[in-house]
């Protein structure tokens, strides 16, 4: 996809992120995840996400209340909440809904369609990468996060600004999206809350 064409799509407002955590969720897949450093554009399709919510999800970090990690999470819809995991690994997520609702919706992978050899660099150190390598390359939060640079410092950015932000996507074909129990969690676990492009090779296996 040439860059003209992709920034032709236009920004999600505040309004589609203020929506409850499902809605959000729902209508995520299909959506063009950006990030800008410079004059750098990185960008994919959001393939798979689960929602988080601080109401009845045991999984959630915010069932708890609000915490120095978490704080993001109440920030109101339209930011990115993100945190690292087993300190390995950061995982991003964009918060919904309205402020102290504390949630949100995990993009667990996306599909590259520009500024790939960059991702390649950021997860591989090369930029020749295989087809595996390629379907690989942002198919889990962790590899997201790795391959797009996105750190604890892109916590409680505004998704409405330049640096990170999700467009809409106008020429995307018909898919059809499956809503299944997230994966990967202990707590809450009936909870259908993973929603994905079914069909798509960049799907996270169980």
């Given amino acids: ?10 920004k999600l407002t505040t309004k589609f992120y203020k929506k409850k955590v499902l809605d959000v969720a729902r209508n995520l897949p299909g959506k063009i995840f950006v990030v800008k450093t410079g004059n750098q554009y990185l960008a994919g399709i959001i393939v798979e996400v689960e929602a988080y919510s601080k109401v009845d999800d045991k999984a959630s970090h915010s069932y708890k209340g609000r915490t120095e990690r978490n704080q993001s999470m109440f920030a ?11 300190g390995i690994h950061f995982c991003a997520n964009i918060v919904t809904g309205e402020i102290n609702s504390g949630d949100a919706v995990l993009l667990r992978s996306i599909e590259p369609i520009y500024g790939v050899n960059k991702m390649a660099m950021n997860r591989f150190d090369t930029e020749m990468i295989s087809e595996k390598q390629f379907i690989n390359l942002t198919n889990g939060p962790g590899k997201i996060c790795s391959a797009f640079g996105i750190t604890k410092n892109c916590d409680g950015i505004n998704l409405n600004k330049n640096h990170i932000f999700i467009l809409d996507n106008k020429m995307i074909s018909n898919f059809e999206i499956v809503e299944t129990t997230r994966i990967g ?6 909870l259908p809350w993973r929603f994905y492009i079914k069909n798509s090779p960049f799907t996270v296996k169980k």
Avoid: E, F, R, W
């Fill in 1 to 10: 996809m040439k860059l003209k064409s992709l920034l032709a799509n236009q």
């Fill in 185 to 190: 969690i202990s707590k809450s676990t009936d």
């Fill in 76 to 86: 109101g819809g339209g930011v990115l909440y993100v945190y690292s995991s087993y």
